[in-house]
């Protein structure tokens, strides 16, 4: 247990310090000639890492419309129904984030406009590894369908039998997305980004995925021929805010459910009651010994911080401070917390809320901003798979109340062309006095 009082600023950073990431000057070159060689190579380049990493016969990238609905058809009607349940909520939520286009004169004659059109072809990276995240592909195709996004593309790592899980294929069906590939790593997001003979290009990326992934997405990112992403990603975290009033069996349940992620996820407690994390640190060692993925999660509890506050106050600033990616509030009247409450990725309030409710079926988006960047970046939502663009239209009386205005900023800037272009035209209104 760590008291935040009697820690010095150097301490409190280190309390609060994620661990740290594997971004090492190996990674960078490992992943930047994998990029090198998908876009020299090509789809073969993507068949021979595909092959030495996930199916080692694999003979097509592409998993067909009639492979995928008979992928499908194999779930089970237990998970087809809450699947189905989810999609509703998560359709239902994203709907509602609709933008509206604005219309408005700004000045006589002068009308500006801001809408919003689709993006026209997307990525959506789902990740293998050491379980299938159907919950992921929703998060991801469910907005993309929603926006109306033309083309949604599919990457996602083959088994070794050279199909993909029943449950993503039920996903991909549900969000009609036709393009599916079996390729993961960092040549898919590199196929996706820069193009194959197979996989046309896309104009954004979504999908969170292991470093290579990540990086892989930054160093597109990067590239005036690349793509755009979502957002930057690190390991998963969760920080819990509770007080005496909480149960300590679920903000154990609650952290626990967080380190199962990975090895590098983070879990935290701030609470202004030592006997909650006394008896919080109990509950996590007796779930802990339960857990079918023990392994990963007790590694990743190394990272846990227990971190002790003189009150309610300083306990929401700490979780201000560390901005993470889940948070969770199970304090008196949690509601209220809401008015201190800044930098978070998703919110999750009171006893009955799990962060599993958001991870699968509550209909908020999982895709959340980590590693502290929920300071300054938002959850996913409707809105990243769209752009926003702006129109503006001057009568000729707009012109002539507007463009004195408009020709003594540009004098001021000293861009000549830029007042000529007004003057102008403010001369031909003079001649044909008509208009």
Not at 44 to 59: E, G, I, M, N
Not at 166 to 190: N, T, W
Not at 233 to 250: H, I, M, R
């Amino acid at each position: 247990m760590l008291i935040w009082n009697e820690l010095d600023a150097s301490a409190r950073r280190q309390a609060l310090a994620r661990p740290v990431l594997k971004n090492s000057s190996a990674l960078k070159q490992t992943v930047s000639e994998i990029i090198a060689d998908v876009e020299a190579e090509g789809d073969d380049a993507l068949l021979r890492y595909t092959r030495k990493f996930d199916c080692a016969d694999l003979s097509s990238l592409v998993l067909t419309i009639a492979q995928r609905d008979a992928l499908a058809a194999q779930v089970t009607p237990k998970v087809a129904d809450a699947i189905n349940t989810a999609m509703a909520n998560i359709k239902q939520f994203h709907q509602a984030q609709q933008p509206q286009d604005i219309t408005l004169t700004t000045s006589p004659g002068v009308v500006c406009e801001q809408r919003f059109a689709a993006l026209d072809a997307v990525g959506l990276y789902i990740p293998g590894g050491t379980a299938p995240l159907p919950s992921t592909a929703l998060m991801l195709g469910v907005p993309a369908l929603v926006a109306g996004v033309n083309r949604r593309v599919l990457c996602t790592p083959p088994n070794k039998s050279g199909a993909i899980a029943p449950e993503i294929a039920l996903v991909a069906s549900l969000c009609d997305i036709d393009e599916i590939y079996l390729c993961g790593g960092a040549q898919a997001i590199a196929a996706m980004a820069l193009g194959t003979d197979t996989i046309r290009q896309v104009d954004k990326i979504f999908g969170p995925g292991n470093s290579f992934v990540t990086e892989a997405k930054q160093q597109v990112s990067l590239r005036p021929d690349g793509a755009a992403i979502d957002m930057p990603a690190g390991p998963s975290e969760v920080l819990v805010l509770a007080d005496d009033t909480a149960n300590p069996a679920f903000v154990a349940a609650d952290l626990l459910s967080q380190a199962e992620h990975g090895t590098d996820s983070q879990a935290i407690l701030v609470s202004p009651s030592a006997a909650l994390i006394e008896q919080t640190q109990v509950e996590v060692s007796k779930q802990l010994a339960a857990l079918s993925r023990n392994e990963i999660a007790t590694l990743a509890m190394d990272n846990a911080r227990y971190i002790l506050t003189a009150d309610r106050a300083e306990a929401i600033a700490v979780s201000n401070s560390y901005a993470p990616e889940h948070l969770i509030v199970q304090l008196q009247d949690s509601r209220a917390a809401m008015a201190s409450i800044k930098n978070a990725g998703s919110v999750f309030l009171g006893p009955w809320s799990p962060e599993s409710a958001g991870d699968y079926a509550s209909g908020t988006n999982h895709v959340l901003p980590t590693y502290g960047y929920a300071k300054n970046y938002s959850s996913l939502g409707l809105l990243d798979f769209m752009r926003r663009f702006t129109v503006q239209e001057l009568s000729a009386d707009g012109l002539r109340n507007l463009g004195p205005d408009i020709m003594v900023l540009a004098a001021a800037e000293g861009l000549d062309a830029h007042e000529k272009a007004v003057g102008l035209r403010l001369s031909a209104l003079k001649d044909d006095s008509n208009v």
